[in-house]
């Protein structure tokens, strides 16, 4: 299933979407630039041209084992003469090209592997490519930096089922009700929040009316790495038999040590 996005350049919206981890960005969206009444024309008119084909072409051979080399040959023979007319369902019907695709529908256009679509836009505009190229670019490193986010908060979040299943081994009696239990968890957690961020949940909702989730689904990606290993050190302590109000001592020296190890004195993340 294709992943869709979008980027915006001088303020353009351009489509962009993920096709089995291939980027494709939209060529009908980059073409309004040049003609926005008829953005289709002008797809057609660049790739009937004899450059374009063979750049098309030779793109195909080293990306696409399935690339029909015997039906491309009279194609680039044709190509840029009077009569030659070449389309983008045409290119794929004849080719079975993967660089370039047609989708239908909301959303829909000519989408382009990122290498032809900046070759695209080069012959549009060679500012507009500068342009997008860089917005696309600044696109990728903010999905990377949001991968690396989650995967960090997934992390936390099974660091703390070792956190809590040592609560439920050392700290609460057998005899208890759920909702008894349910009151030491979110007490333990609390120790790490006062720790980490210097507040508890509820004085954070509090403070933050206007935000939806926990003070944990705003952290950075430093600060959720500190949390893992707090979770994992409070658990140990939990079983040593350390007091509360001892850990919770504990717990900050480390986070502020910690924090002052994954950040530098200028604020420049070591981890992003």
């Known amino acids: 299933m294709a992943k869709k996005s979008e980027i915006i350049v001088k303020d353009v919206s351009i489509k962009t979407m993920t096709i089995d981890g291939v980027d494709y960005i939209c060529l009908t969206d980059i073409a309004k630039q040049k003609n926005a009444a008829e953005p289709k024309d002008v797809v057609k008119n660049w790739m009937r041209q004899k450059n374009t084909l063979e750049y098309l072409g030779l793109w195909e051979k080293l990306n696409n084992p399935n690339f029909k080399g015997v039906e491309f040959d009279p194609l680039l023979a044709e190509a840029g003469s009077n009569a030659f007319t070449m389309s983008p369902t045409r290119w794929v019907e004849l080719t079975s090209a993967i660089g370039i695709v047609t989708k239908n529908g909301a959303g829909g256009g000519t989408y382009a592997q990122r290498d032809i679509a900046f070759k695209f836009a080069n012959w549009v ?35 703390y089922r070792i956190h809590t299943d040592a609560i439920k081994s050392h700290l609460i009696p057998e005899e208890v009700t759920r909702e008894q239990a349910n009151f030491i968890y979110a007490e333990e957690a609390d120790v790490l929040n006062v720790a980490m961020f210097g507040m508890t949940a509820k004085q954070w909702h509090e403070a933050n009316t206007d935000l939806k989730g926990n003070i944990r689904d705003y952290a950075t990606v430093n600060e959720l790495i500190c949390l893992s290993n707090m979770e994992n050190i409070n658990a140990v302590l939990i079983n040593d038999g350390m007091p509360q109000s001892e850990r919770l001592v504990k717990l ?10 994954l950040e530098d004195h200028s604020g420049r993340k070591l981890l992003k």
């Open 125 to 159: 505009s060679v500012e507009f490519e500068l342009y997008l190229v860089m917005e696309f670019q600044r696109l990728k490193a903010k999905e990377q930096e949001l991968i690396g986010w989650t995967a960090k908060r997934e992390l936390s979040k099974i660091n």
């Open 252 to 261: 900050n020296q480390i986070a502020i040590q910690q924090i002052q190890v």
